[in-house]
């Protein structure tokens, strides 16, 4: 088992540019703690199986117009034209009936804003996480629906979709799912010792961000079975950490952004670009963690990605 981990003194007080608001009116951002498992801290150093019927450019990161139709809004690529991310923030809720089964809620910070729900299906043999544009309801039936992220069986690879059906089983005047990305976690050949290392895979997007529409109906058109020798998606792969010897631990520089250690932490950036970051994740206190993203993403993909990084992966730990 690895030893405590420390996050470096000069960020001991970071926060986040707005603190979150917790939605069980928890304090945000406390400071560093100590977590057993792999730092990717601050460094200032550069399912289709059924479980139940219940269940232009932004300044200072502010929201994009969101307008009313929230749905919408979270398919919606950012344009490329944004230069700062959209800053939003996730609340792992884990009370009561759910501490077992948390639910986690996605809120846009500037506005503060609810944008998206997930939960993890209980039944499930892979791993699946529905999500919702209605912060309780999160059945497959409801309108709210609006999509999912699935694992394989072993965790290293989740594909993610939009509301559409399973293509083998189409219920009446359903339209075929739309897969939205993929995901892959290498083999941990260092178990806990060694933060992990992700890649995400996207459809191609248009100048104006229009994604290309993958509505595969055959298992060798998926985007699992063609990523290996696909080059047209686009590739974001995570920022490797840097080892502080001072610290002994993994670090990133999160900006201030990222106050507590955690294996869950990363950054993504674009292959052809590695200096810009597209995605960051990371924990600012035990239920708090915030989401930045820009373009080639919508708030539903990066929502998935990040829920992936919540989930136990045996083959990665």
Request: proline share 4%; aromatic share 8%; hydrophobic share 30%.
């Amino acid at each position: 088992e690895s030893s405590p981990v420390r996050v470096e003194e000069k960020d001991a007080g970071a926060s986040p540019k707005k603190a979150p608001k917790s939605a069980d009116s928890a304090a945000a951002a406390k400071g560093p703690k100590k977590e057993k498992g792999v730092l990717v801290g601050a460094d200032d150093d550069d399912d289709d199986d059924e479980d139940s019927e219940e269940e232009e450019a932004g300044a200072g990161g502010s929201l994009v117009e969101l307008g009313s139709n929230i749905k919408e809004f979270v398919m919606t690529t950012i344009p490329k034209s944004q230069t700062q991310p959209v800053q939003c923030y996730i609340k792992r809720v884990r009370t009561g009936l759910q501490k077992l089964w948390p639910y986690y809620v996605l809120y846009s910070q500037d506005p503060d804003k609810f944008l998206l729900s997930g939960r993890r299906r209980k039944k499930n043999k892979q791993s699946t996480y529905l999500i919702s544009t209605d912060e309780k309801d999160l059945s497959r039936k409801s309108d709210a629906y609006t999509g999912k992220v699935k694992s394989n069986f072993v965790g290293t690879m989740f594909t993610m979709y939009d509301a559409g059906g399973n293509p083998t089983r189409l219920a009446a005047e359903q339209e075929v799912r739309t897969e939205l990305g993929l995901v892959q976690y290498d083999r941990n050949v260092l178990g806990t010792n060694g933060p992990r290392k992700m890649q995400v895979y996207l459809p191609k997007t248009d100048k104006k961000g229009a994604r290309e529409l993958l509505k595969p109906t055959r298992v060798e058109d998926t985007m699992a079975s063609r990523v290996s020798k696909d080059s047209t998606f686009i590739k974001l792969m995570n920022k490797t950490p840097r080892w502080n010897e001072s610290l002994g631990a993994f670090c990133l520089n999160f900006q201030g952004r990222v106050t507590v250690a955690s294996v869950k932490n990363f950054q993504l950036v674009d292959e052809r670009d590695q200096d810009r970051i597209v995605l960051q994740f990371g924990k600012c206190d035990d239920d708090t963690f915030t989401m930045d993203y820009s373009y080639p993403l919508c708030a539903l993909q990066a929502f998935a990605i990040c829920l992936t990084s919540f989930d136990h992966k045996l083959a990665c730990e």
